[in-house]
């Protein structure tokens, strides 16, 4: 299952349309070992394509040696598809290497609603996962008392 | 023999689990080399017919070793190599 803030979740929505029709990419970092996606980077698709993305190579160096030196690691690495459904493609699986991330991916083939589903790709194979909505990642540190801030319907989510 | 390579956790099956391992050489494919005496395995997953692998990302301080030669790009002590795959997918 994957648990993520509603405000997360909006700006992953909001790169996909704003990127519409070519595909968009990027990453949730959150602490090593903590399942927890808490910062939105939003990356350049190198290919700037409408049926293929790839992250940028210097980019992802930066990201990645940013997310080394705060003990952070990819918790979700999300793209979108632009004509076709939120499922991972053969392509998507055949490039899978994170075999600890979520990989979520989202469909803007609808103008009027965005798909938005989660899996897991572990040696080829995919398997969907839930997708919970919990209050934002930055009330986190106080389990039971999320701040006043929208958390959408937070359907309860675990405390830690 | 110090040149640092730092390795994705993917392919840290190969480094018993050490996200950094030590080689030496004067290239890139040299070092790839001294590697795989230790690490069997490591170089085909990062190397095949044609060079370095299309979807792996190797990077030779803070460039993308495409832009230095690939396979044989200049390598020296106190060198750092960083080993990332590619994130790349799509509906096509």
């Not at chain 2, 018993?16 to 030496?24: C, F, I, L, M, Q």
């Not at chain 2, 290239?27 to 990062?46: F, I, K, P, Q, V």
């Not at chain 2, 190797?58 to 396979?71: A, H, K, P, Q, S």
Request: charged share 25%; glycine share 10%; aromatic share 6%.
């Amino acid at each position: 299952m994957l648990t993520i803030s509603s405000a997360l979740q909006a700006e992953i929505v909001a790169h996909a349309r704003a990127d519409h029709p070519d595909e968009a990419c990027g990453v949730l970092a959150g602490p090593a070992g903590s399942d927890r996606p808490e910062r939105f980077i939003p990356m350049t698709n190198a290919e700037r394509s409408p049926t293929f993305y790839r992250f940028d190579s210097m980019e992802q160096l930066k990201v990645w040696r940013e997310m080394d030196e705060r003990d952070e690691e990819p918790v979700v690495i999300y793209h979108s598809h632009s004509a076709t459904e939120a499922y991972p493609s053969r392509t998507d699986i055949a490039y899978a290497s994170e075999p600890g991330a979520h990989y979520v991916l989202v469909s803007t083939r609808a103008p009027a609603e965005t798909e938005f589903r989660s899996f897991r790709i572990v040696d080829g194979t995919v398997t969907e996962e839930e997708v919970r909505l919990g209050p934002d990642a930055t009330a986190g540190t106080a389990p039971g008392n999320p701040r006043g801030t929208a958390a959408g319907p937070a359907t309860g989510a675990a405390p830690e | 023999m110090s040149i640092e390579v730092r390795i994705p956790t993917i392919l840290r099956s190969y480094t018993g689990g050490a996200k950094a391992v030590e080689g030496s050489g004067d290239t890139l494919a040299g070092l790839l080399s001294d590697l795989e005496s230790r690490h069997g395995g490591l170089r085909e997953r990062l190397v095949d017919d044609g060079g370095l692998r299309r979807f792996v990302n190797v990077y030779l301080n803070d460039e993308d070793v495409r832009f230095l030669g690939g396979l044989d790009a200049p390598v020296r002590d106190g060198d750092t190599v960083t080993v990332l795959p590619a994130v790349a997918g799509g509906a096509s």
